[in-house]
């Protein structure tokens, strides 16, 4: 479960660093689908302890994901600005996912 946590961390360290702007959606999209990779992993392994945290999470990955697809299809300063909203979100709710798992380890 640790593990799991570093690797999760990991990923949304390089969401959090992703520049929209220069590197586009595509580089969102990739580093949505590692987090969602490594959050299933994580979920796999954590008890239900931390379903706050892992709801919160799985919530905003959707709202990104739609985000994303709303961008893809018309991209413009709003559906960029909702993307770039969405992943903080994201870097938020899995943030606090790898504070609670991180204080049992």
Do not use: H, W
């Not at 994901?65 to 909702?82: F, Y």
Request: proline share 2%.
């Amino acid at each position: 479960m640790c593990k799991g946590a570093e690797e999760l961390k990991a990923s949304i360290t390089g969401l959090k660093n992703v520049n929209i702007m220069a590197s586009g959606t595509s580089a969102v999209s990739a580093q949505v689908t590692k987090i969602r990779q490594d959050f299933d992993t994580l979920k796999a392994d954590a008890t239900g302890q931390y379903s706050p945290q892992a709801d919160a999470l799985s919530s905003a990955l959707d709202k990104l994901g739609a985000s994303l697809d709303a961008a893809k299809a018309s991209p413009n300063a709003g559906t960029l600005s909702a993307v770039a909203s969405a992943a903080g979100s994201v870097v938020t709710a899995g943030t606090n996912l790898v504070t609670a798992v991180s204080s049992t380890c």
